[in-house]
Protein backbone atom coordinates (compact mmCIF):
# COMPACT_ATOMS: atom_id res chain seq x y z
CA UNK A 1 0.00 0.00 0.00
CA UNK A 2 1.04 3.32 -0.94
CA UNK A 3 1.60 6.08 2.01
CA UNK A 4 -0.21 9.02 1.31
CA UNK A 5 1.33 12.49 1.48
CA UNK A 6 0.32 12.95 5.04
CA UNK A 7 2.23 10.06 6.13
CA UNK A 8 5.58 10.73 8.68
CA UNK A 9 8.75 11.89 7.22
CA UNK A 10 10.20 8.68 8.54
CA UNK A 11 8.07 6.22 6.47
CA UNK A 12 10.46 5.03 3.90
CA UNK A 13 13.27 5.06 6.46
CA UNK A 14 11.91 2.67 8.84
CA UNK A 15 10.14 0.81 5.81
CA UNK A 16 13.95 0.45 4.17
CA UNK A 17 15.62 -0.74 7.66
CA UNK A 18 12.76 -3.25 8.11
CA UNK A 19 13.52 -4.85 5.04
CA UNK A 20 17.35 -4.67 5.68
CA UNK A 21 16.68 -6.26 8.80
CA UNK A 22 14.50 -8.62 7.61
CA UNK A 23 17.09 -9.54 5.58
CA UNK A 24 19.90 -10.24 8.11
CA UNK A 25 17.98 -11.72 10.46
CA UNK A 26 15.48 -13.65 9.35
CA UNK A 27 17.51 -14.92 6.38
CA UNK A 28 14.87 -13.68 4.04
CA UNK A 29 15.70 -14.73 0.55
CA UNK A 30 18.13 -11.81 -1.82
CA UNK A 31 15.46 -12.33 -4.46
CA UNK A 32 12.83 -11.18 -2.15
CA UNK A 33 14.22 -8.61 -0.67
CA UNK A 34 15.44 -7.40 -4.20
CA UNK A 35 11.62 -7.30 -5.22
CA UNK A 36 10.77 -5.59 -1.79
CA UNK A 37 13.24 -3.09 -2.82
CA UNK A 38 12.05 -2.93 -6.26
CA UNK A 39 8.33 -1.80 -4.70
CA UNK A 40 9.70 0.70 -2.31
CA UNK A 41 11.72 2.31 -5.46
CA UNK A 42 8.35 2.34 -7.17
CA UNK A 43 6.54 3.50 -4.51
CA UNK A 44 9.26 6.64 -4.15
CA UNK A 45 9.41 7.36 -7.62
CA UNK A 46 4.80 7.72 -7.64
CA UNK A 47 4.61 9.52 -4.60
CA UNK A 48 7.31 12.05 -5.19
CA UNK A 49 7.08 12.79 -1.74
CA UNK A 50 9.89 15.75 -1.09
CA UNK A 51 10.11 15.58 2.81
CA UNK A 52 10.39 11.61 2.81
CA UNK A 53 13.08 11.77 0.17
CA UNK A 54 14.92 14.22 2.44
CA UNK A 55 14.58 12.21 5.27
CA UNK A 56 15.78 8.67 3.89
CA UNK A 57 18.86 11.39 2.60
CA UNK A 58 19.53 12.45 5.67
CA UNK A 59 19.59 8.89 6.61
CA UNK A 60 21.83 7.78 3.82
CA UNK A 61 25.34 8.72 5.56
CA UNK A 62 24.37 6.48 9.00
CA UNK A 63 23.85 3.06 6.47
CA UNK A 64 27.48 1.43 6.67
CA UNK A 65 26.81 -1.86 4.74
CA UNK A 66 27.85 -0.67 1.24
CA UNK A 67 25.19 -3.03 -0.66
CA UNK A 68 22.09 -1.53 1.53
CA UNK A 69 23.91 2.31 0.67
CA UNK A 70 24.24 1.45 -3.14
CA UNK A 71 20.45 -0.14 -2.93
CA UNK A 72 19.21 3.40 -1.00
CA UNK A 73 21.15 5.55 -3.59
CA UNK A 74 19.20 3.52 -5.84
CA UNK A 75 15.83 4.40 -4.49
CA UNK A 76 16.73 8.04 -4.05
CA UNK A 77 17.59 8.22 -7.39
CA UNK A 78 14.27 7.31 -8.03
CA UNK A 79 12.40 10.57 -7.63
CA UNK A 80 11.54 12.83 -10.57
CA UNK A 81 13.12 16.41 -8.90
CA UNK A 82 16.06 18.16 -10.53
CA UNK A 83 17.00 19.78 -7.19
CA UNK A 84 16.82 16.19 -4.65
CA UNK A 85 19.45 14.65 -7.75
CA UNK A 86 22.00 18.02 -7.77
CA UNK A 87 21.60 16.81 -3.83
CA UNK A 88 22.41 13.25 -4.02
CA UNK A 89 25.01 13.36 -6.89
CA UNK A 90 26.72 16.41 -4.45
CA UNK A 91 26.75 13.86 -1.61
CA UNK A 92 28.09 10.83 -4.15
CA UNK A 93 31.36 12.72 -4.43
CA UNK A 94 31.90 11.10 -0.36
CA UNK A 95 31.05 7.76 -1.40
CA UNK A 96 32.91 5.13 -2.46
CA UNK A 97 33.88 4.36 -5.94
CA UNK A 98 31.17 2.04 -7.39
CA UNK A 99 28.64 4.34 -5.92
CA UNK A 100 29.67 7.54 -7.56
CA UNK A 101 29.13 5.68 -10.32
CA UNK A 102 25.71 4.23 -9.45
CA UNK A 103 24.40 7.47 -8.39
CA UNK A 104 25.57 9.05 -11.80
CA UNK A 105 24.16 6.60 -13.58
CA UNK A 106 20.98 6.36 -12.16
CA UNK A 107 20.46 10.13 -12.11
CA UNK A 108 21.89 10.12 -15.87
CA UNK A 109 18.70 7.71 -17.15
CA UNK A 110 16.19 9.86 -15.76
CA UNK A 111 17.61 14.06 -15.78
CA UNK A 112 20.65 13.27 -18.60
CA UNK A 113 21.70 16.71 -18.77
CA UNK A 114 21.68 17.15 -14.97
CA UNK A 115 24.01 14.43 -14.46
CA UNK A 116 26.37 15.34 -17.61
CA UNK A 117 26.66 19.26 -16.19
CA UNK A 118 27.54 17.90 -13.22
CA UNK A 119 30.56 15.35 -14.48
CA UNK A 120 31.98 18.51 -16.59
CA UNK A 121 31.59 20.76 -13.21
CA UNK A 122 33.08 18.00 -11.21
CA UNK A 123 35.13 16.28 -13.50
CA UNK A 124 38.45 16.62 -11.69
CA UNK A 125 37.01 14.54 -8.71
CA UNK A 126 35.97 11.93 -11.14
CA UNK A 127 39.29 11.63 -12.88
CA UNK A 128 41.46 11.36 -10.35
CA UNK A 129 39.25 8.22 -8.95
CA UNK A 130 38.60 6.63 -11.90
CA UNK A 131 41.21 7.76 -14.54
CA UNK A 132 43.57 5.48 -14.32
CA UNK A 133 40.77 2.93 -14.34
CA UNK A 134 41.35 0.65 -17.58
CA UNK A 135 37.67 -0.46 -17.13
CA UNK A 136 35.38 1.98 -14.61
CA UNK A 137 36.60 5.44 -16.44
CA UNK A 138 35.08 4.35 -19.96
CA UNK A 139 31.77 2.46 -17.89
CA UNK A 140 31.68 6.22 -15.74
CA UNK A 141 31.92 8.16 -19.35
CA UNK A 142 28.89 5.87 -21.26
CA UNK A 143 26.72 6.21 -18.64
CA UNK A 144 27.08 10.06 -18.47
CA UNK A 145 26.38 10.22 -22.08
CA UNK A 146 24.64 7.61 -23.26
CA UNK A 147 20.72 9.29 -23.22
CA UNK A 148 21.90 12.53 -24.40
CA UNK A 149 20.49 13.40 -27.57
CA UNK A 150 20.54 16.55 -29.42
CA UNK A 151 23.53 17.90 -31.62
CA UNK A 152 24.16 20.63 -28.99
CA UNK A 153 24.92 17.69 -26.51
CA UNK A 154 26.99 16.16 -28.95
CA UNK A 155 29.17 18.96 -30.02
CA UNK A 156 29.32 20.18 -26.14
CA UNK A 157 30.67 16.46 -25.16
CA UNK A 158 33.39 16.12 -27.97
CA UNK A 159 34.71 19.86 -27.25
CA UNK A 160 34.51 18.70 -23.80
CA UNK A 161 36.98 16.26 -24.01
CA UNK A 162 39.49 17.97 -26.44
CA UNK A 163 40.05 20.00 -23.90
CA UNK A 164 40.03 17.45 -20.75
CA UNK A 165 42.08 14.19 -21.14
CA UNK A 166 39.59 11.06 -20.85
CA UNK A 167 42.05 8.94 -19.41
CA UNK A 168 41.57 5.31 -20.12
CA UNK A 169 38.08 6.26 -21.28
CA UNK A 170 39.41 7.97 -24.55
CA UNK A 171 37.67 5.18 -26.46
CA UNK A 172 34.18 5.09 -24.84
CA UNK A 173 34.45 8.93 -25.46
CA UNK A 174 34.18 7.96 -29.29
CA UNK A 175 31.60 5.33 -28.65
CA UNK A 176 29.55 8.04 -26.66
CA UNK A 177 29.43 10.00 -29.26
CA UNK A 178 28.25 7.45 -31.84
CA UNK A 179 25.53 6.85 -29.41
CA UNK A 180 24.40 10.31 -29.23
CA UNK A 181 24.76 10.46 -33.19
CA UNK A 182 22.43 7.34 -32.71
CA UNK A 183 19.81 8.97 -30.00
CA UNK A 184 19.50 12.26 -32.27
CA UNK A 185 18.79 10.07 -35.45
CA UNK A 186 15.95 7.98 -33.73
CA UNK A 187 14.52 11.22 -31.90
CA UNK A 188 14.70 12.65 -35.79
CA UNK A 189 12.90 9.97 -37.18
CA UNK A 190 10.13 9.37 -34.43
CA UNK A 191 9.41 13.99 -34.72
CA UNK A 192 9.34 12.69 -38.68
CA UNK A 193 6.75 9.76 -38.98
CA UNK A 194 4.61 11.72 -35.72
CA UNK A 195 4.61 14.70 -38.17
CA UNK A 196 3.37 12.49 -41.35
CA UNK A 197 0.76 10.89 -39.01
CA UNK A 198 -0.67 13.65 -37.45
CA UNK A 199 -0.86 15.34 -40.99
CA UNK A 200 -2.59 12.04 -42.59
CA UNK A 201 -4.57 11.65 -39.27
CA UNK A 202 -5.63 15.45 -39.76
CA UNK A 203 -6.77 15.41 -43.23
CA UNK A 204 -8.81 11.96 -42.20
CA UNK A 205 -6.86 9.17 -43.91
CA UNK A 206 -5.03 6.09 -42.63
CA UNK A 207 -1.04 5.71 -42.01
Same mark, same amino acid.
Given at each position: ??? @? ?147 ? @? ?54
Amino acid at each position: TQP @ERGDTDDYFFKRLHRIYGRYKREGVRKEDRDYELELLKDTMRVTEHIKTWESLFRALGSITDPSERARTCEILAGIKDRNSHKKLLQASLTLPKDEKKQVLSSVAAIYPRVAWKFFKDNYDVYFKVFGNDQFKMAILIEVVVQHLSTTK @EYDDVQNFFKMHDAGTGAEAVKQGLETIATNIKWKDLFHHNYKKYAFAFARGKSY
